[in-house]
């Protein structure tokens, strides 16, 4: 593939080294690959060896040459040169990176895609009322303790809490404005083209009300993505019902 690189990027891992069924997850902006705990936690109970990296400019890494979703994407590659991934499940921006590395799938190999409350397409105006709201939201609460989003998550278990804090902190203090100046347009959805035909893909929606990152009438109009709304969900689905994103995950595969 011409990515090849003799550094694997940071992860975390749960589950035995020798399961027959594995599963790739892939975290979003200003996050950690601890975002997705719970749903490892799950599906190690289910007999799965689970991967989370940790992307670009997260987790203490550095940052690559540029901020493009396909950049990240490709830094992942040495995970699918290594093994084939029964699960590949990407939150938020992840969900990007995860449309990106679609080209790269098996062919033939039944994949169970899933992507959770993320953005594929965003207009100017929408990035820059996003912009707004998060240049607000820091100087508000620059920063976030463990018991300030318990507080403003009552869902989120205490451990929800301490790894969405800890991811915020170590991360680079600029990844937002970089990573949406680094992806303009930010336009994803004709990515879903690249789907391998033995690939299942279903996109999770956090509940209308919430105001999630994804909105329905964007990826309704594609008849091969299965697209599934999660009543009483914020953006984190992972940490409010994981067992949905379990389930969901599975069904493409195992009936």
Known sequence: MGYASATVPSASQWGSPIASKRA???????????????????????GYLV???????????MSGVDFQAQTLA???LPYLQ???????IGHSMGGAVVLSLLKYLPKTRPTSVVLVDSSVELTTDQMAVRRAKVSNDVRVKPNPTVEDYMVSNPLWTREDAIWRSLGTQIARATNYDDHMDGNVPWSFSHLFADRPPA???????ADPRSN???KLETVAKFKDVRAVIVPNTSHWIQYEFPEVIVEEALRNIEG
């Open 82 to 88: 290594a093994a084939e991934y029964d699960i590949v």
């Open 51 to 61: 991967v989370a990296p940790n992307l670009l400019g997260h987790a203490l890494r």
């Open 212 to 214: 999630g990152a994804l």
């Open 24 to 46: 790739l997850l892939i975290h979003g902006l200003n996050s950690s690959s601890h975002t997705f705990h719970r749903v490892a936690s799950m599906l190690v109970a289910k």
């Open 74 to 76: 490709d830094d992942l």
């Open 199 to 205: 690939a299942a893909l279903t996109v999770l929606i």
